[in-house]
């Protein structure tokens, strides 16, 4: 499923066009809002560019206090989908400011603003959306305690409210410890190239059917198939819980090539030191163990492997 989501990004990227207006039409029992996306310069021709520019100037054209768009939540939602998929395809710091975009401007009308940060929290912090991109949703949060009024406290429905973990923990940037991790298959020489290597954390479950097709992925994926044939990627795939009689039964269905590991004390879960909202979950991390990637999606995961491995080439 992920798979086709992650794959209408560029059919969007390819087939944006002018609309004649981003404004709802009257209502007349047959007649739908369109929303206008920007059309991609015929000069730009490299993928990473097309992106960029999508995601710098997908709201161009929206008029954020139009109230009108309300009456029509679907289209609407649609527009968010396409951009929510497009935005981990622009570089990141673009990504990120072109995220607190849409919630900055909708402040000009408050039942707007209300609904943008909602469905922003309903797709990019809620554990079950295929969407789900903490990273993304960071921004989201900052812009709502910048520029809500003196006073305000609202926070969205979807969020880390009390109880909940904020965002940033364990996100990409900081060093995570992995000595609560027990790995009986790994002999001495693939700790060490562990220790030296890129390193992916699965975290998953036995039986898991997302977990089976992350998996099932990574087998078919020529980028990560060659990083790990050239040591130059470690996958470590971590088990949480402390059923090891299921872990073992499914042990023999990991990949030869990766790290097959488990929480012999459970202290992942005991002592929250990685951020598992959901499983499976996805972590990438440098040679120094720093986070570059925190819940991210395999295809995502697997483009930023490719884009540095070609970086590393060139260099």
Not at 58 to 74: Q, V
Not at 167 to 187: N, V
Request: net charge negative; charged share 25%; hydrophobic share 35%.
């Amino acid at each position: 499923m992920k798979r086709c989501i992650y794959c209408l990004a560029w059919l969007l990227v390819f087939t944006a066009c002018n609309g004649t207006s981003s404004r709802p039409t009257a209502a007349t029992g047959t007649s739908k809002p369109v929303f206008n996306k920007p059309e991609i310069p015929l000069t730009l021709t490299d993928r990473q560019a097309q992106a960029d520019f999508m995601v710098e100037h997908y709201w161009d054209k929206f008029d954020f206090s139009d109230t009108a768009w309300l009456a029509a939540p679907d289209a609407l939602e649609q527009a968010l989908v396409d951009f929510f998929v497009l935005l981990p395809y622009a570089g990141r710091e673009l990504s990120t400011a072109s995220m607190a975009r849409p919630i900055r401007q909708s402040q000009a009308d408050t039942v707007m603003f209300r609904y943008f940060v909602e469905k922003a929290g309903h797709y990019l912090w809620d554990p079950n959306s295929p969407y789900r991109n903490e990273e993304l949703y960071i921004p989201v949060l900052e812009t709502i305690y910048w520029n809500l009024p003196n006073g305000s406290i609202w926070l969205p429905a979807h969020g880390p409210n009390t109880g909940s973990h904020w965002p940033k923990k364990t996100g990409s940037g900081f060093r995570q410890p992995i000595s609560a991790i027990g790995w009986p298959t790994a002999p001495g020489a693939r700790c060490r190239r562990f220790d030296r290597n890129t390193c992916c954390f699965f975290f998953n479950n036995p039986g898991c059917t997302a977990c089976s097709e992350i998996i099932e992925h990574s087998n078919q994926s020529p980028v990560i198939r060659a990083l790990l044939r050239d040591d130059r990627l470690t996958v470590l795939a971590v088990y949480p819980d402390q059923d090891l009689t299921e872990w073992e039964k499914y042990r023999d269905k990991m990949p030869a090539d990766w790290i097959n590991g488990y929480d012999p004390e459970t202290l992942l879960k005991d002592q929250d030191i990685y951020d598992l909202k959901a499983i499976p979950t996805l972590y990438l991390l440098d040679s120094e163990k720093t986070v570059l990637l925190k819940d991210a999606d395999i295809h995502i995961i697997e483009r930023f492997l490719a884009q540095h491995a070609l970086n590393s080439e060139r260099n």
